[in-house]
């Protein structure tokens, strides 16, 4: 009796057990990946809307600011500084004195020079009338000798005398000549202790930005006194990687941050590009050129320069997160009008900023209404979804 019921419930066991094996193995083969058109339920996503409109991939760099242009005023003629008619920061017109050398002894040396001339000059003057005189009287001497009054020897003497001051006449002005230098040296030896600012070339206009000596201090010849600096424009100096420097051209925009200003945004421009990179570090000089005409930047402040390396003012552009791989290429799932579920897209990348990426269908056809930003990793072209947040906003205008 007992073997009978222990045989009974084990075939009742044996019999759940196939049956059991018999719907696993249904399930498997029946189920279809999460997600697909076949799939159990919505997968739940977030969505993007997308956009059209401008972007700009852009490259950050760090750097300091430089005067644009920079020159020493040092005087040529050594000299006791009597005067400095500039200080630190003052503006600078090109040819201004800006200091005054003690120039007494140049006075001096000037008004010797001048008179050195003046003896040489009256000398001249009598070295060619006694020039004129022996002339006249070799003249004389050759009229009477032609007719047999004069000797031989009255008309070797009147020829030599002639020549002679002739010559003396000719020494004369070459004193003359010289005295003329010296003097002219010393007046542009005493024009020297006007120190002057000059440049060639730029704006009128510049400013102090150092100063190297003191009223009253004994500064040599080509010492330096000051430090006159060019502030508008002012240059940018950043040093960029090859990886960058093949993206960078002249004339390309730039947006130049600063601590010192920091809600402010300055305009500028690449302007020169160094054509060698440096060897212990493999990075190149690049320069920025900003407008300055208030003055506020300064050199030696450090800033963030944003170089704009590519613009497409039309383009349509999703969320960086809404691209994904599948076989092989770079896709987006776009959520049909009812929100309810989604197609596959191929798409070509372009211009990438920050978070949003522009893109293009690969089939031509624009791009519209939301993307799927989150989830999409368990989707499938025409998978169904939902949408959390809209069902949220269904509840609370429901309720």
């Not at 073997?3 to 696993?24: D, E, M, Q, R, Y």
């Not at 008619?85 to 000037?110: K, N």
């Not at 000051?226 to 990886?243: G, K």
């Not at 300064?298 to 552009?317: H, N, S, T, W």
Request: avoid cysteine; glycine fraction near 8%.
């Amino acid at each position: 009796m007992g073997s009978a019921k222990t045989w009974a419930v084990a075939v009742g066991l044996a019999g759940a057990l196939i049956a059991g094996g018999v719907a696993l193995r249904t399930w498997v083969f029946t189920d279809t990946a999460p997600g697909s058109a076949n799939s159990g339920g919505p997968v739940p996503v977030e969505v993007a809307t997308i956009e059209r409109g401008e972007i700009e991939r852009r490259r950050e760099f760090t750097g300091t600011l430089e005067a644009s242009a920079q020159f020493v005023v040092a005087p040529k003629a050594s000299g006791r500084i009597e005067r400095i008619e500039v200080d630190l920061g003052d503006a600078v017109t090109r040819g201004q004195v800006v200091a005054i050398l003690d120039d007494e002894e140049l006075v001096q040396a000037e008004a010797e020079a001048r008179a050195e001339l003046a003896v040489a000059r009256a000398e001249a003057s009598a070295a060619t009338k006694l020039a004129d005189l022996a002339r006249r009287n070799f003249d004389r001497v050759e009229g009477l000798r032609g007719r047999d009054i004069a000797s031989e020897q009255d008309f070797d003497t009147a020829r030599f005398d002639k020549a002679a001051a002739e010559a003396e006449a000719e020494v004369a002005q070459a004193r003359v000549a010289r005295a003329k230098a010296a003097h002219k040296a010393a007046q542009i030896r005493r024009a020297y202790t006007e120190v002057r600012a000059d440049w060639s070339a730029g704006d009128e206009q510049r400013v102090v930005a150092a100063r190297f000596a003191d009223e009253g201090e004994l500064l040599a010849a080509n010492a330096a006194l000051l430090s006159i600096v060019d502030l508008d424009p002012i240059t940018v100096v950043v040093f960029v990687t090859e990886a960058d420097y093949a993206e960078l051209a002249p004339a390309m925009a730039v947006e130049l941050r600063t601590d010192a200003f920091p809600a402010e945004v300055f305009a500028g421009e690449i302007s020169r590009i160094a054509p060698v990179f440096r060897e212990q570090t493999r990075q190149a000089r690049v320069e920025m050129s900003v407008q300055n005409a208030d003055g506020r930047l300064k050199p030696g402040m450090f800033v963030r320069a944003r170089a704009v390396l590519d613009r497409q003012a039309e383009a349509v552009i999703v969320p960086a997160s809404a691209i994904v791989e599948r076989d092989g290429q770079r896709v987006v799932f776009v959520v049909d009008e009812a929100g309810a579920a989604v197609t596959m897209r191929a798409v070509e990348v372009g211009i990438r900023e920050g978070d949003r990426v522009a893109v293009v269908a690969q089939d031509g056809a624009a791009l519209r209404g939301q993307v799927v930003s989150l989830g999409q990793q368990q989707l499938v072209d025409g998978a169904e979804i939902v949408i959390p947040e809209r069902q949220a906003n269904k509840g609370e205008a429901s309720s």
